[in-house]
């Protein structure tokens, strides 16, 4: 394929969305231009969009799929607002997300799907390409079944596997566009049909088609290119947060020399932790799809019991019934790694869809004083990372930890500076070996004067028999205890213990240092809200941010950070719920900024809410 | 479980915790916690490497009182928590101990499913027919009508037969015993012991408090003879003061009877085909008119854990390098790019 | 359940609602809801009377696409919610729609015990052997060694034998049908909707998507007919294209066989020992290679909800007055003296 | 029985505690003196103190079970802090309570019991009675056993049955000590051994024995006599907090007019509300003993959602199971009562002790934003009020109410001051019966605009058949929507229609309305505060108080009360969960006072910390 001849114009960056049917092979397409544009060098963000979770039949607006992807030639934050490009692969692809689309965004049309009868099924009285109705956009109507099908005419490939093949059409025909380097993409198609070499001749073909229809059409006159990216040094990969909080899991287990057993219930958006991790017995994981939630976390507590570090995944629903027995693992001070991937909720909710709502639960739901540590990871990269500290912190203390992900991280992708296992922090912890009391008696509750830990003495140790409970537990001893001065005592040392985990300082990202509007954050707004800040200072608008990875216990200088700003806005994607624990614990008047949608934020929205605090305070 | 070490040479009281044990005086817990300490020398395993996990009730007590590792967990979920264990420790020996209400109403699904997976633990079940610790209410394993503080006109509900359940779960072993009679009871805990897999006891026992006397139909001296049926392997199934009973299969029939004489019924538990273990459990129901102790069935399955185990090896023997070389390798598996 | 009204003169097409059909084109869920819904009209019940309740799954959007009242609950629950509301309305009709992973693994505490107390609902599990909605996961039904998305080495646990769990929990109505015959289907569950008591009715449903072609063998005009096995009441169990298989009980057996010719049993679902159903629910395992459908077990006990409402009826004939006069008579029970 | 010549003073108060085994029958001893003292019109107060929960051998500590009553000739709060009596039927149970008794205090001894071995077993090295540990009280020992037996020679009962019978002995003493009147016991008696006529008459006999013992020894010189207390008029009757809730329970079914249907898994302490409901089927009470408490809220709903009112009793460890299912309870938007009768946790705890520790839980313990009403009785008398409003608001509202009762309102016990039914609120409701919507369509979701309620459609009504869950609905139709704006909407319409629920206005006691310090309190501890307050007040200092009934939504005056005064004080039984919620919502700087002991707050306690921040702000 030549470079051809027509014009090129610098971009800084582009939003591409990708939408079809659940069938079209969106997801691919879109993974495989981020792909392409991680080889070149842009940073990348990227956002699927599943359909809700039964295949609705085909054509209609429930079943539409889509990708988004974001390139750039300097570092970005989100998988961006609005998209540049939109390639409709349906009439209800194009319903469905032509309302994100900017005025002058390029809306690339499958044409031959545009019949009657699946204008009817989205309830299109006439069609958009005929009525004017998309004149603010810049139309190009492709017929993209009947040319794939045309160019691989004579492969030998059935009808079905030649239309299949269009999404490949529009991925060579947007690779063509944006100057894309493709033969990552020619080797994945190899690789994906390894068994069908038919099917690698008629894709590669396919691609090469849409490649060709860019260069010779009239209709694209312009093409881009977007540089790369100016990024750290190093191997880079694209991953997604489930991906990363799997490897996170994988790289604390080696990191700590302890088997991993991961106990899970199969929930959207966690389910993909569980499958990574399936993939990954050779590390000595072991993963078990328990019957239900409650006996995935009590086969972890079981497992931790017995040494190994203990993991469970979920989301929302699955937490919610995991409450007792997370509260057994608080008294019985062991660690235990729960990862909870939000969705929007209350009950059943919108699965597929992302929000925050659960950190209430997370610190507050279960039935007596029973805390614990929680933190969130603030990007897709971020997952790794923040898995390795949720991992940390319960080998460390004892305790169970709560990892709150979300559906926007789980499934966002980004490139990751990929670490080197053998700086990643040494984890590693020592059993009890030999009894700790007078007269050789071991005392399972009897703590480290640093950690306030208690030892963690696993069965098969001879000499350090003993028995522990749900009920409560005498000082040191651990033998059962009504006594009333014990359990204030030992309620009084179980939050004084998760309040004395020792967790970085929060760092506050002010580069003029003359802001007096301080913008907190936590977990997935991360991008959003940096965007935003950056938007905004740009414009001259000087702002703070401060993203909060613990929120239990919080950073010991949250309070002196949030005195030095006149005023504290708090976006979460939820109610106002860090926003209630801030304003609780320094009285600070935080102002609570909240949507709940469904959807990340955006930057613009953000920017817009942000301004006005600025301009107006 | 643990292979067996020669040189030990443990007694009863080695398993002794110094827990004062607090069931009500009278109770059947003691008798069954004395026949455990008693048999648990026998195993020939150290006793780090036995763990005893219950759940809540009376009986839910019992791992306070045992010098081994234990955890009285919370109502229901001992087999789940021990399947964590057990999975992940394939060198102890795990025992759960559990009640009826705690193993068959708020942990029913823990327990069938430990039963279908075949994890390798010994589950204990101490079925007074009663809920002990919160005081008598009625349990799924109360006689239809039964009348307690949660029901004064009477249980609506009919209750499980354990064995039936747990045979219907795809149990591989399962075996039934009395508090009272020691040396049958330490013989189905040596059955269970030695058997690969998920072995389920249930054991009749005395509440005194809540529901005294339940199985004093099969306890008693004057009556016991001609109710209680003990099954031995390869023996013919027979009871009565003279033996004068036998459990028969009426020709044509899927189920067992009674008679006096007749050709009784040699007794398998190794048949594969749980339907006979099924039949020889549907010989008694709440009434205990005929109710056979012993081993009801005892085969051979693969179990879980070893299966996870294998999983484990193989996958392991696949792995090169160091630890962390595996994991550079692993986080580099996918599309790469550098930036120099 | 509710009496049938005479006049009645509904159609399938009454009890489809307004809405859109969401399942993957080709899913076996399309014709089970189509047999339910041409089945409805001959309840003879009119749509208000009638409730379905499901759990979370493919199979649990069921509720939404009938034109009666329906709840699409939370993943497991339906047997606990449908219990609630079958035990304090028993003049309504209760279906609940449940899936493999749905009924047996998150929520098998409450179908076992569900079918122990023997309410009054009609138990309607779609059994594809497969989680649909989550992806592709296996379930407690998959066959052992399944590799899917959370067992890329295979499985490690057995499955349950649905029929057999529910038999094992004290079920009264055990039935067996396939989503494809719609004819068979629609005989199920008529015998379902004319029993009194808990009506477990699996139906083999096939997942194109995820587990395409599970039952292909028992489905596929080819082979099927030496593999599937109707049961009629009152007829020898006989297959085969030329009806030249039987199944037969060899002296002395508990379990069944497959052979050629010989004297076939004759099938009785009315037997009260559950030894024979459990029996016929061994012939066929995850291989399918001998499955019977149709009714296996059909008998009459006493049912929770109608237990309760006779101690309902009783206790409220003792009552006297107008319920204020009730009231205070019952806040005065106790001892109680007057300040003047 | 004669009234003897012995010297009587007049005494305005007394707090009695009867202590011994398990098997001793002080539950029963201490019920009776309550009765007699209501009798005779004393102003009553209870508490009863279990052992933990497996009955522990006879004579060991674990195993001492008491009950201390007190009773006033003036209206009081609390069971008292300090008894002036305690009879001690064994070692242990001395042992047991010696710490909480005041110098003087009088004791009554079995002597009998204070055997070596007894002794021992408790870990007396000496025997108390002799070695002048007891000095500082007036100790009275009193072979209660071999006089019990003595007294009922002759009357052909077994020795076992006789020494039974030593408890109405001490309660023959007790009476006659504090000129109690005597009939109703005796009717007592009679009735409660009705088929063994033995019985009644040696326990008749015990009872005059004691009554006779006080008479002639000289040990007992003094008698005393507590008047009636000035109550208003009315009729009353003592009641446990748990008999009251039960009660409140059948009373709501009466004034709505619905079947109630409970749903309950036995669980200490709330299992004596099942006990006492599936007594009064004769109200068409339905009560459901469920394989386990997602079963029962279950049930529970699936009755609700049949038209019942539908209610699940429990425990903190049952409402952590319940969350999922009143998540869904929330989304289905249908009343619900969940009562949580609060135990020390976390995990198991200790099971027979209070604590207030929950209330976290109730407002945050679900997935998503899952707002509903948590309302908490003051006392046990106010069990049947706030069982009724709980019903109150899950009717008129169609939302989950959680109650949160605690172990001390619910096995304490007051004189109530019985209600008439006809008085008692009306809470009838009406079930859809007509289609709402254009076209004679329903719509499930269309909303009441007073109370923002949907219509309560119940399976039986024609022409209504719609279909509800747990998936996010379209506003109105209720049909499953994943739209974002709905899903925005949603959210914030269950946030406001909890938020708009109307509750009374919080009232504040500040007699001389000069106080500048507030205490603010929740649930059981009224008591306390209350008569921490009165006692500062009496000594010149002044305090406001204020109790919460309804904690979600709160009193919409709540924060002009909190800024009328200078300070704002929280005593909580937990650590601060009550004090989290109003600093963050009022931003006032409430401060915390907690207790975690397991035991309710003493009255003195309360006063000393409270004299405290009076004097020094
Ligand atoms: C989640 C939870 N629900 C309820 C309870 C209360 N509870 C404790 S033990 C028990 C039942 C005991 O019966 P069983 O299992 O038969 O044991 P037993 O006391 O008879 O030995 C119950 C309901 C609890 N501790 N936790
Ligand atoms: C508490 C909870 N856990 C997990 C899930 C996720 N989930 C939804 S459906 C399902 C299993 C579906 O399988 P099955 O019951 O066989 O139904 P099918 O989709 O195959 O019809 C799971 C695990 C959930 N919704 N809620
Ligand atoms: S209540 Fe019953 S089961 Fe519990 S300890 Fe007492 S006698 Fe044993
Ligand atoms: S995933 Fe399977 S079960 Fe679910 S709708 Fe699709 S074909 Fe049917
Ligand atoms: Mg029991
Ligand atoms: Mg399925």
């Known amino acids: 394929m030549s470079a051809g001849a027509k014009r090129v114009e610098q971009l800084d960056r582009v939003v591409i969305r990708f939408a079809g049917d659940s069938g079209d092979g969106m997801q691919l397409t879109g993974d495989r231009l981020t792909s392409e544009s991680a080889q070149l060098g842009n940073d990348i963000s990227t956002l699927p969009n599943f359909p809700a979770e039964i295949r609705a039949p085909a054509g209609t607006l429930p079943g539409v799929s889509s990708f988004q992807v974001h390139f750039a030639d300097y570092d970005i934050l989100t998988p961006g607002d609005a998209p540049n490009v939109l390639v409709a692969m349906n009439p209800a692809a194009l319903k469905a997300n032509i309302s994100d689309l900017p005025q002058g965004a390029d809306i690339i049309l499958n044409t031959d799907e545009f019949t009657k009868r699946n204008l009817g099924k989205v309830g299109y ?248 540590a929680v933190i969130a990871p603030k990007s897709p990269s971020d997952c790794f990372h ?93 033998d059962i205890s009504y006594d009333p001065a014990n359990h204030e005592f030992m309620v009084r040392t179980r939050a004084a213990r998760i309040e004395g985990i020792e967790v970085p300082d929060v760092e506050v990202d002010d580069p003029d240092e003359n802001a007096r509007v301080l913008v907190l954050g936590w977990g997935s707004t991360y991008g959003p809200i940096g965007a935003a800040c950056r938007a905004l200072r740009q414009r001259g608008l000087p702002i703070a941010q401060a993203h909060l990875r613990h929120l239990s216990p919080l950073p010991a200088n949250l309070g002196e950070v949030l005195q030095a700003y006149e005023k504290v806005v708090i976006p979460e994607m939820n109610l106002g719920q860090l926003a209630h624990v801030i304003r609780a614990k320094y009285l600070v008047d935080a102002v609570p900024f909240n949507q709940i949608s469904g959807l990340p934020f955006t930057a613009a929205t953000l920017e817009s809410m942000l301004e006005d605090v600025v301009k107006n305070g | 479980m643990a292979s067996p070490t020669v040189e030990l040479k443990l007694t009863a009281k080695d398993f002794k915790s110094d827990q004062e044990v607090r069931w009500c005086p009278g109770c059947g817990d003691y008798a069954i916690l004395a026949a455990v300490q008693g048999f648990m020398p026998e195993l020939g395993i150290p006793r780090e490497n036995i763990v005893f996990i219950s759940g809540i009730g009376c009986s839910s007590r019992f791992p306070y009182y045992m010098n081994t590792y234990g955890m009285h967990s919370i109502h229901g979920r001992a087999p789940a928590i021990a399947t964590g264990l057990s999975a992940s420790r394939p060198d ?15 942990g029913g699904n823990h327990l069938i499913h430990a039963l279908r997976r075949n994890v390798n633990l010994k589950i204990l079940l101490f079925n007074n027919r009663i809920y002990g610790l919160t005081k008598g209410q009625y349990s799924p394993t109360s006689e239809l009508g039964k009348i307690t503080k949660s029901t004064p006109a009477g249980s609506a509900d009919s209750p499980f037969n354990p064995l039936s359940l747990a045979l219907g779960a795809e149990a591989t072993f399962v075996a039934r015993t009395i508090d009272s009679d020691r040396k049958h009871l330490q013989s189905v805990l040596r059955a269970a012991a030695d058997h690969k897999g998920s072995a389920f006891v249930e054991i009749y026992q005395n509440c005194n408090i809540f529901n005294d006397n339940a199985f004093e139909m099969i306890k008693d001296a004057s009556s016991r003879d001609d109710h209680l049926i003990r099954l031995e392997q390869g023996q013919p199934i027979k009871f009565g003061a003279e033996g004068q009973f036998s459990v028969v299969h009426p020709e044509g029939a899927f189920g ?27 010989l008694s129901g709440s009434d205990l008119n005929t109710t056979p102790i012993g081993v009801f069935r005892n085969v051979q399955r693969p179990t879980y854990d070893e299966i996870l185990q294998k999983q484990l090896v193989d996958a392991k023997a696949e792995g090169t390098g160091t630890p962390d070389e595996m994991l550079d390798g692993l986080l580099n598996t996918a599309d790469t790019w550098t930036i120099l």
Chains 1, 4 share one sequence.
């Not at chain 1, 590390?283 to 972890?300: K, N, R, S, Y």
């Not at chain 1, 009894?435 to 001879?462: Q, S, V």
């Not at chain 2, 067992?256 to 007794?267: C, N």
């Open chain 1, 125 to 372: 009285a006439a069609n958009p390409l005929d009525d004017g109705s998309l004149d603010a956009y810049a139309v190009h109507p492709v017929a993209l079944t009947s040319m794939t099908v045309g160019a691989l005419d004579g492969l030998g490939v059935s009808k079905k596997d030649a239309e299949r093949a269009k999404n490949m059409f529009a991925l060579g025909l947007l690779s063509w566009m944006y100057s894309r380097p493709f033969e990552s993409t020619l080797r994945f198609l190899e690789r994906k049909f390894a068994k069908r070499p038919d099917l690698v001749a008629a894709n590669k073909a396919a691609f090469q088609a849409g490649w060709n229809f860019g260069e010779t059409t009239e209709d694209f006159s312009v093409r881009y290119e977007v540089k790369p990216a100016k990024m750290r040094p190093g191997t880079y990969r694209n991953v997604t947060g489930n991906q990363a909080l799997a490897l996170g899991l994988v790289a604390a287990s080696v990191r700590s020399k302890l088997p991993l057993f991961l106990g899970a219930y199969p929930i959207t958006p966690a389910s993909d932790i569980l499958h990574e991790l399936s993939k990954h017995k050779r590390f000595g994981i072991t993963t078990m799809q328990a019957e239900d939630e409650i006996a995935a976390v009590g086969a972890a507590l079981g497992a931790a019991y017995g040494g190994a570090l203990g993991v469970t995944t979920t989301s929302g629903p699955g937490v919610a019934l995991k409450g007792e027995t997370i509260s057994l693992a608080i008294a019985l001070e062991l660690p235990l790694v729960i990862v909870d991937v939000q969705r929007a909720g209350p009950s059943t909710g919108m699965p597929t869809k992302t929000e925050q709502a659960d950190l209430n639960m997370a610190l507050y739901g279960r039935h007596g004083e029973a805390p614990l």
């Open chain 2, 92 to 106: 102890l020996s795990v025992w759960v101990v559990t009640g009826d209400g705690d193993a068959l109403s708020i």
């Open chain 2, 256 to 282: 067992l009877r009674v008679q006096e004489g007749g050709d009784a019924l040699i007794h398998d538990a190794t048949v594969d085909d749980p339907a006979y273990a099924f039949a020889l459990s549907r």
């Open chain 1, 386 to 478: 923040a898995a390795i500290e949720a991992a940390r912190i319960a080998l460390t203390y004892r305790t169970p930890v709560i990892l709150l992900s979300d559906n926007y991280v789980a499934n966002g992708s980004e490139p990751w500076l990929l670490p080197e296992a053998g700086e990643l922090p040494d984890l590693s912890v020592e059993y009890a070996r030999t009894p700790n009391g007078e007269d050789g008696r071991f005392l399972p509750y009897l703590r480290d004067p640093k950690t306030m830990a208690r030892p963690w003495a696993i069965p098969g140790t001879p000499g350090l028999e003993h028995r522990i409970g749900g009920l409560e537990k005498a000082d040191k001893t651990g």
